[in-house]
């Protein structure tokens, strides 16, 4: 039997440091489909980056990548001018007062008012390249509104098509506070899911907050 030993440049399926790093970081494999890639034991593999210092990413960013093998669903886009300046604090601003942050992977903003919300809509698509038909709404209304009709307002208002919708939550008339004087129409919910951008956001507020007076 004649045994071969292999140098780190001279290894079988070419695991090198420029092949490890092209599969894990820049195609978003795990260990475990890399493993199955080359035909190797994810221990293997795990080794391999651990002694080429490739930091491996922890539970909820492989979850992230797993979801989105091309990379984000979104690109940053900085405000360049004064102007949009402004509307990029707004939008901070809108998420920051009306925003429900409490939710940690979806970005949720809801309110009666349709100025509102398209101008959330508009810094979303703007700022970071978010499809509109990406985009989800959920109604809560009262047991006195025509679901028909509350839904055609929102969906002509927005210009979003009906199909984006969840199955709107019916409250009894009058039973939540003052909510139920606030619109006709009922209270609408903007639903954008992905965990990264809610985090930039979230970095954001904070960041805001700390500013100096």
Known sequence: MCWVW????????????????????KENKSSA????????SPSKINYWLSKYR?????????????????GDPFTIYH????????????GIGIYWGEGNKANRNTIRVGNSDPALLKAFIYFLIKFFGIKKEDLRFHLHLFTDIDIQEATSFWSKALRIQKKQFYKPMVSVSGSIGT???????????VYYGNVKL?????KQIEEHAHTPL
């Open 33 to 40: 489909e890399i493993a199955r890639f080359l035909n190797y």
């Open 6 to 25: 292999y140098t780190d440049s001279s290894m079988p399926n070419q695991l090198t440091k420029q092949r490890l790093e092209r599969l894990y970081l």
């Open 54 to 70: 490739i930091p491996k990413r922890n539970i909820s960013e492989a979850i992230y990548s797993k979801y989105h093998p091309r």
């Open 79 to 90: 405000p360049r001018t004064m102007h949009e300046a402004v509307l990029y604090g707004q």
């Open 179 to 189: 909510y139920r004087k606030k619109s006709r129409y009922g209270v609408l919910t």
């Open 198 to 202: 809610k985090n930039i956001l979230m």
